[in-house]
């Protein structure tokens, strides 16, 4: 049984105890822990299911690269799947719950698969679920749901309590690592003067030498790195952070940093998660390394862990996972557990060890009165959810001949891999060490910054140093190279001497024993999350499977949460080894960020609930919100759909609306509507080159319309352009225009015609503009008193400066609607006043607001096209009949070859007509024409589709606008569209002016 | 003529930082050619500052000029003497290709001020705001989270910041939630 020990413990404080829950189960704890340790020292051997098997799984590691103990932590909004709970630190009131069980984690139905292992070998989702087809959705989809994945989803009612913020950083050195290597590397750094981040996932210095030991210049290792530590803490060119993992390595030095603020203690004020945003001249990796499990049958029971993470918390939180602890081995550095069980009088009671010979190391546990039996190997674990007995066996051979031990905890170590994630992410290479048998990073290969030089060093055991001396000397060097490629002197130190134990050399081994039979091959674990076995790889070989990344998705190798951190060095050397092939030639699968999952919360940063997305406000914005809008969005603005009076429906709105700007008096706020003023000697002939039709010639104090195509010739935007003076026009542009529209004039004039003398401003936001429409338009403003706004004073289409009441204004005679029209610009600081003396003015005309449902609607009826709705990036003018907007003058417009194409000019484009159904229904938008007759994929042909489609309450039927093939030359025939309703509306093809076809309205 | 009111009217907030919204602020969008002497004049006329150089600010309370591009400059005067100071521009420039319009009531202004302004602004826009790296006299036109948005320091420990007008509501829920209390980054 796992169990706390009476003494040990650098971490924790057992003066301060902590109380937490797992499965409901109340436990104890003590500040320092991880829940990792917690669970262990509770003797919960035991954490969770695989994801495919359901087979138990316990603690395997004490680290980031823990595959097993994910559990649920946190309730209600605070609940978060897949934690894992060697990364959790332990705090008062925590509470877990174990995942991938049903009903309970002591009895799981789930786990029958095991049984049926057989039948769910590697690739089992390719072949299985394709034939019978109807299987799929009555059968298989079912079952897998019912038994696959992991953590539950938090409740869909929930919502995360806590709040996340990013921070842009900026450093010369960033060193990722915060053991001796790294702090190591940050002083040789930081001694040139450059500036220097360095940041530690953990919430501790030091890293594994601590549990480790060894010596440094002469003194013990714990106080060399204390003494390193408050250096650098010192240092004013020096940013630490603990809780702070380096996540993501990505172009131009480009870092991400995932600092965790309060996950150890939930609740306390401020953000949550902080994303770093890093841009550092050069990093420096100091990830450290992992050690690797051996594949022996039965290495997934709880209790088989690796000989690292068990003197971890040994020597770290003062648990041992065992009483009785068997080490297998194939190199000297397990010895160290072997040493830290004894000196806390664990019972050791065997060490094998694969080499024949073992070295010195082996010697000093020897004299600690432990057998090592060199040679040997464990040919299986027994026990279901804990482990009860080791068979041994000799290495060489296929597991016969098998020695039974009974023993409650096995320590493994397969040797170690460098974390050479954060060197691979932006394209560090990789070379393979045959002596130590992992890859390190390829010095001569790093990732390439935008001068085509490395920006990242690689430094001690992330670089394949796995003794102290080296990792001091290699982190030293590695802190001067990049403060030195950061455009900084180094200073000429020398790296202190690091001393530890002598250690023979490590023996490369892939299976444990050798040559194991296939029942023993079925039963050791590669992928202890996804279930993935040697004999699954294997297979997945003997079926063709030559790329690792392919074998990786065929038998879900390496892709589970942990993605591969125990077992992809051990799954690709099987698989070389199954290819007869070398395991650099069979090489990685590709190195991803993040390096372990981070929140999606630090990723969205500040932007969820207010300020999940930008909400662009006009000036009378709360007035609508306080009068009733029905809020539409217009790329990032609001603007009211219709004011909805109490007890009416958005359509009744809209009705009122559209009849009582036809009959009385209607006030829309327009300031959405883009302005870009346009200046300068070349600003006409610069106009006559976006709009298709003539703006050059337009007079001072009058308004044109115009269109404006791409250089492919298709409209992108139309609007009304007031001339201002001999030198300056006004272009109103769509509401989702005047970006675009000015970006589009800027590039014109930045790159293409960068001598013409013109500038552009945008002054959109300048103004606040209110339409007023109606019968009664002119006799609202002439209440209001001021400018002369009568017919010849201001004719239609021109505009006048001048004074409405109190307001400074500019005042345009232009309509959309076919009414009697003004649209009054005032500095948008006074729009909200200038709205309030129009509406307090207008009340004796029967003035209401209106929305853009009702200015769709007027304008429909007057057949005058939007874009966006008649438009939709494929359109040209002549498609809309807009021949007339087309100069013949001009010798080049943008848009004018393009015109000239012949798909252009083709004479079954669709054109624009209005639409009238047979019974005055309303077409569904975005309904289609069918004609006669199929096509290839045996659909009906098309031959239109409705633009626009509306009620129009001034009409009392449904209107509409469409693209028909020949459609001008065929007013009067009925079509069919086909609604989604069942229903085929018989539609007559008509004129699409349906309303005041001469003008007469807006002309008084 | 009616009050005019600005976006937020004064609205503020106090956190880690103190955000305001300092009110209505004149300002004039000028587009030429920087290197001409009777623009630099305009400039000097109207703001008593010479022409910036790449992300300079010259700013004294509610007058100043700051770069905003190699053909473009903000020209800061008090919102009242707005009309009067365009127009002397207008007229001074009106020999020259170039364009001075009014652009006051198009934009919002906020002032973060406090030890941990520097902080806050970090969260939100992609620039190196450390001491060493930005100081007052300086500018940069960059944004905040999803909006465009340029800042300067009035002093060691205040920023200016100015946005959209009709952003104003998101850019100060922005900064309230930068400068929310126990968010302190403590690095600058």
């Known amino acids: ?1004 | 003529m009616s009050e005019p009111i600005s976006a937020l009217n004064h609205a503020s907030y106090d956190g880690i930082a103190k955000v305001e919204e300092s009110g209505l602020q004149g300002m004039i969008t000028v587009r030429g050619n920087l290197s001409d002497k009777v623009l630099a004049k305009a400039v000097k006329d109207a703001t008593g500052q010479k022409v910036p150089g790449q992300r300079e600010a010259f700013v004294e309370g509610d007058t100043g000029v700051c770069w905003m591009s190699p053909d473009e400059l903000l020209v800061l005067v008090p919102y009242a003497e707005l009309n009067a100071k365009l127009a002397a521009m207008t007229d001074a420039l009106s020999g020259v290709h170039a364009l001075a319009v009014n652009v006051s009531d198009a934009r919002a202004v906020f002032r973060v001020s406090g030890n941990s302004a520097r902080e806050v602004l970090a969260k939100l826009a992609p620039v190196d705001l450390s001491p060493e790296a930005f100081q007052p006299g300086q500018i940069r036109r960059s944004r905040l989270a999803q909006v465009a948005a340029a800042f300067w320091m009035d002093d060691t420990d205040t920023f200016r910041v100015v946005c959209f007008r009709s952003a104003a509501e998101y850019v100060f829920e922005l900064l309230k939630v930068a400068a929310q209390p126990g968010s302190e980054v403590g690095v600058y």
């Open chain 1, 1 to 1004: 049984m796992s169990s706390r020990l009476a003494k040990q413990g650098r971490l924790i404080d057992r003066s301060k105890p902590v109380t937490f829950s797992f499965n409901g189960n109340s436990m104890q704890g003590y500040e320092g822990d991880t829940l990792a340790s917690a669970l262990l020292a509770n003797d919960q051997m035991m954490v969770g299911r695989s994801f495919k098997y359901h087979r138990p799984r316990g603690v395997v590691a004490s680290g980031a690269e823990e595959p097993n103990a994910l559990v649920g932590l946190g309730q209600g909004n605070r609940f978060e799947p897949n934690q894992r709970a060697t990364t959790t630190e332990l705090f008062n009131g925590l509470t877990a719950i174990s995942q991938n069980h049903w009903p309970s984690l002591e009895f799981d139905i789930g786990s029958v698969n095991t049984a049926l292992a057989r039948f769910l070998p590697a690739g089992f989702y390719y072949k299985m679920f394709i034939h019978p087809k109807p299987f799929w959705k009555h059968i298989y989809e079912p079952f897998i749901r019912q038994s696959a994945g992991l953590g539950k989803a938090p409740d869909k009612d929930s919502r995360d309590a806590d709040t996340y913020e990013h921070f842009y950083s900026f450093a010369d050195v960033l060193v990722i690592g915060g053991g001796i290597a790294g702090l190591q590397s940050a002083k040789a750094a930081a001694l040139s003067g450059a500036k220097v981040m360095l940041i530690e996932q953990t919430a501790h210095w030091g890293g594994r030498t601590l549990v480790d030991g060894g010596t440094v210049g002469g003194k013990p290792v714990d106080k060399f790195v204390e003494q390193l530590v408050s250096e650098l803490e010192t240092m004013d060119n020096v940013t630490m952070r603990t809780r702070c993992m380096g996540a993501g390595v990505y172009d131009h030095g480009y870092v991400l940093g995932y600092e965790r603020l309060s996950d150890h203690r939930p609740g306390t004020q401020g953000p949550r998660h902080r994303l770093w945003r890093i841009r550092a001249k050069q990093v420096v990796t100091a990830t450290g390394a992992i050690e690797r499990p051996l594949s022996f049958a039965g290495n997934d029971v709880p209790g088989v862990m690796l000989a690292s993470a068990m003197r971890d918390y040994v020597v770290n939180w003062g648990v041992t996972p065992g009483q009785r602890v068997v080490i297998a081995t194939n190199n000297d550095d397990a010895y160290r557990t072997a040493i830290a069980l004894k000196q806390v009088g664990v019972n050791v009671i065997r060490v094998v060890d694969t080499r024949a010979t073992a070295g010195p190391m082996a010697e000093e546990v020897r004299q600690l009165g432990v057998r090592v039996d060199p040679g040997k190997a464990i040919a299986k674990v027994k026990g279901g959810k804990r482990v009860k007995n080791v068979q041994l066996c000799n290495q060489d051979g296929i597991g016969g001949a098998r020695e039974e031990i009974e023993c409650d905890a096995v320590a493994m170590s397969g040797g170690w891999s460098p974390v050479v994630h954060l060197w691979s992410h932006c394209g560090g290479k990789l070379i393979w060490d045959d002596a130590n048998a992992y890859f390190r990073p390829d010095p001569k290969r790093p990732p390439l910054g935008a001068n085509g030089d490395g920006f990242v060093v690689a430094a001690g055991s992330s670089n394949g140093h796995l003794s102290l001396g080296e990792v001091i000397a290699d982190a030293h060097a590695a802190g001067k190279a990049a403060a030195k490629a950061a455009g900084f002197k180094p200073k000429n130190t020398r790296a202190p001497s690091g001393e530890a134990a002598e250690e023979a050399p490590m023996e490369a081994i892939w299976l444990m024993p050798a040559n194991a039979e296939v029942q023993l091959r079925m039963k050791s674990w590669l992928d202890f999350q996804n279930d993935v076995k040697v004999s699954d790889v294997q297979l997945a070989a003997r079926e063709g499977y030559e790329s690792v990344e392919h074998t990786k998705r065929y038998t879900t190798l390496g892709m589970a949460t942990d993605q591969g951190k125990l077992s992809n060095i051990n799954g690709l050397a099987i698989l070389a080894d199954s290819l007869d092939s070398d395991i650099p030639k069979v090489g990685t699968t590709t190195f991803r960020p993040p390096y372990t999952p981070i929140s999606l919360g630090a990723i969205g940063g500040e932007a969820r609930g207010e300020v999940f997305q930008p909400i662009r406000r006009t000036p009378m914005h709360d007035w609508h919100d306080a009068n009733g809008a029905d809020w539409e969005p217009v790329g990032q603005w609001r603007r009211p759909y219709a004011y909805v009076r109490p007890g009416e429906s958005v359509h009744d709105a809209v009705n009122r609306e559209v009849k009582n700007t036809r009959d009385n008096l209607g006030i829309l706020d327009a300031s959405t509507l883009g302005k870009l003023i346009v200046k300068g000697p070349d600003a006409g002939k610069f106009l006559d080159m976006l709009y298709t039709n003539m703006m050059s010639t337009l007079k001072v104090g009058k308004c044109r319309y115009g269109l404006m195509c791409s250089e492919n010739g298709f409209l992108i935007d139309d609007g009304v352009v007031a001339r201002i003076d001999e030198d300056t026009w006004l272009c109103h542009t769509t509401t989702g225009g005047a970006e675009r529209i000015h970006a589009h004039m800027e590039e014109w004039l930045q790159t293409e015609w960068w001598d013409w003398k013109v500038y552009v401003a945008n002054v959109t936001e300048q103004y606040a503009q209110v339409a007023v429409v109606g019968p009664n338009a002119r006799k609202v403003l002439e209440k209001l008193g001021g400018m002369d706004v009568s017919k010849d004073a201001l004719p239609f289409m021109e505009w006048r400066d001048g004074k409405i009441g109190d307001f400074d204004c500019r005042a345009y005679r232009i309509s959309f609607s076919g009414e009697l029209s003004y649209e009054i610009a005032v500095p948008a600081s006074q729009g909200q006043a200038f709205w309030d003396a129009l509406f307090a003015a207008g009340q004796k005309f029967g003035v209401m607001p209106y929305g853009t449902e009702c200015l769709h609607i007027l304008r429909a009826e007057k057949g005058f096209i939007m874009i966006g709705d008649e438009t939709d990036g494929t359109v040209i003018p002549q498609d809309l009949g807009l021949h007339w907007a087309l100069s013949k003058k001009k010798e080049d417009y943008l848009g004018k070859r393009a015109h000239s194409r012949s798909h252009m000019t083709d004479p079954d484009r669709w054109k624009l007509v209005g639409l009238e159904t047979v019974d005055g229904s309303v077409i569904p938008d975005g309904a289609y024409a069918v004609g006669e007759g199929v096509n290839a994929n045996g659909q009906r042909n098309m031959i239109g589709r409705v633009t626009s489609t509306y009620f129009s309450a001034n009409l009392g039927k449904g209107i509409a606008m469409g693209l028909v093939k020949n459609g001008p030359d065929r007013m009067g025939e009925i079509i069919e569209f086909p609604g989604t309703d069942d229903k085929i509306y018989k539609v007559k093809i008509v004129d699409p002016v349906f309303f005041d076809k001469d003008g007469e309205k807006q002309n008084v």
